[in-house]
């Protein structure tokens, strides 16, 4: 059986910002694995966040370590997507704004 992927599943960067390319990704694989930082420590997190510059998996503001945001402050990597199964909005730290639809 084909799994075949919904285009639900794209990201939505219906209002791109200066940082988005055509190399920014359109799709990531959802759910990822978990906070990568957050396994390392043994520690649990709310909801995860996907940078679409490297890959690397963070945890939102809602959870303890805030890795997505220490993320962005160590890396300057601006745009992340969320984690979660169903949702594919996307967000520029940079800017400060949602790059999805209203
Ligand atoms: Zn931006
Ligand atoms: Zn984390
Ligand atoms: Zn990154």
Redesign the pocket.
Known sequence: MNIIESPADLIDLSRP???TTPRTPRRVHRPPPGCEECLALGSAWVHLRICLQCGHVGCCDDSPNRHATGHWHATAH??ITSGELGETWAY?Y??DRLLSAL
Do not use: E
């Open positions: 910002c200066a940082h601006p745009i520029c940079a800017d």
